[in-house]
């Protein structure tokens, strides 16, 4: 059995469930054009992705193996694959948005496809309810979750016997149809320019469960505090598979043992999987909403203050500094921020998940239009619009003292942290280069409350 092992969304060796299978094998990576050819040449994911293939190629060629690097659409390459050798398939951890289920699609039509689980802890149709329907509330979902939970789905999947087919793995193969172009293997032949990462960006998946293992114990309570920096900041490496969501399981059950409280960490792990089966589910959701009839009001002005951190709200833009900064932002300031757009602004929130999109180093499809459908009040949610968050008693609930603020806001590390979560003081006070709030977060809450009532 000749086959293809095509890395996506877990680009490691250690627990992968891609490498057992064994025979003769191939494995790649592709550069898909179609995704690569919207990003601007500084996006700092593909210093991130690029590192960690790097590293893949080691650990596979400890291992006896190597990885094929290839440029272009999907169906180009393997296309110029079969017509050059010989496979009898490929294999690929599954994926499901819109996107990923259509590009799968297509390949099948050119070698035959064999998706293997390994992304998520359930499959998308392993968590029904008992009428076979999929869940719309999250906690009857996690009930069920947890009912149906097994060890095999912690299982660690071993190194198959693999042997690498010959094939150039020192080259960047770039195919454009038929045609064939050896380049070096770098960002820049790929039209991307490196870029400095933050110190924790940097460190191995293991490292950084290293120092999430000192905040766990207080993990409830010190995620939403902005500035302690307190969640898990695996985002990343559970997107792009640096590390196995099975990895991180096995290591909660350790952690357990040592008398520690991993239920509120666990919760989000399933939360993840709940998120990414609403999208298999309901792939309209990706671009629709799946309640009530408005749509945000689309105004180009209020949208660019957004996207440039000048609402004069701080903790708002805050976030989006610290989004356009490092590619990160903190989970309860995504929050914040989205319930902002849509519900202050009243902006579409598919331009705000846009926003995200461009920038979060962790994008997940799933995850991220799901959270701007909860926020937004369109989402599955039975009872959503009436959430709207104040984000002045936001800030003074998770930023009391400024500190997360005032690291992103240089113009307000003089202003009294007071100030920071009092709009009337923010209101009256000129602050030097920066702004006064650009709506009343009273008036247009009320707005918001009244557009979305005249749509039911």
């Not at 992705?49 to 590293?55: E, G, K, V, Y």
């Not at 390949?107 to 076979?132: A, R, W």
């Not at 064939?180 to 460190?203: I, R, V």
């Amino acid at each position: 059995m000749r086959r293809i092992l095509w890395f996506r969304r877990d680009l490691r060796v250690d627990d992968n469930r891609l490498l057992e299978l064994g025979g003769d094998v191939l494995p790649i990576f592709i550069f898909d054009s179609t995704i690569l050819d919207r990003l601007p040449s500084n996006d700092r994911r593909m210093t991130f992705i690029f590192t960690a293939l790097m590293r893949l190629k080691e650990d596979l060629a400890r291992h006896g193996c190597n990885l094929a690097l290839f440029y272009g659409k999907p169906t180009d390459v393997f296309t110029w694959l079969v017509t050059q050798h010989s496979f009898h398939e490929v294999c690929a951890s599954g994926d499901y948005d819109i996107y990923a289920l259509e590009r799968d699609r297509d390949v099948s039509h050119i070698l035959e496809f064999n998706p293997i689980h390994d992304t998520y802890i359930f499959e998308p149709e392993e968590v029904l309810k008992n009428d076979g329907s999929p869940y719309l509330v999250f906690t009857p979902f996690y009930n069920k979750a947890k009912t149906l939970f097994h060890p095999r789905h912690q299982e660690k999947a071993s190194f198959g016997d693999n042997h690498l087919i010959d094939f150039d793995c020192s080259h960047l193969h770039h195919i454009d149809h038929q045609q064939h172009t050896l380049l070096p293997p770098t960002l820049e032949s790929l039209g991307f320019e490196p870029q400095t990462l933050t110190a924790h960006q940097q460190m191995t998946p293991h490292e950084k469960l290293e120092c999430f293992a000192k905040k766990l114990s207080d993990y409830p309570k010190a995620r939403d505090i902005m500035s302690l920096m307190g969640t898990s900041g695996m985002g990343a490496d559970l997107r792009f598979g640096t590390i196995s969501v099975r990895t991180l399981l096995r290591w909660l059950v350790e952690r357990k043992k040592e008398g520690v409280d991993t239920e509120p960490f666990f919760r989000q792990l399933i939360f993840r999987d709940f998120y990414a089966m609403l999208l298999y589910h309901f792939p309209q959701l990706e671009s629709e909403n799946f309640r009530y009839h408005f749509k945000g009001i689309e105004n180009v002005e209020t949208f660019k203050a957004f996207c440039t951190a000048q609402t004069g709200v701080p903790i708002v833009d805050a976030g989006v500094r610290q989004l356009l900064e490092t590619g990160e932002m903190h989970n309860r300031v995504r929050m914040i921020c989205a319930s902002f757009l849509t519900k202050n602004l009243l902006l579409p929130w598919q331009w705000g998940e846009q926003f995200f999109a461009q920038y979060l180093m962790d994008y997940d499809a799933s995850s991220n239009i799901l959270s701007w459908q909860w926020s937004a009040g369109t989402g599955v949610d039975p009872q959503p619009y009436f959430r709207i968050f104040n984000p002045y008693t936001q800030t003074l609930r998770f930023d009391k003292e400024g500190m997360y603020i005032k690291h992103y806001l240089p113009q307000v590390r003089e202003v009294p942290a007071k100030f920071l979560s009092d709009e009337t003081l923010l209101t009256h006070y000129t602050i030097i280069d920066y702004p006064k709030p650009i709506v009343n977060h009273k008036v247009s809450s009320k707005k918001a409350l009244d557009h979305f009532k005249s749509s039911l």
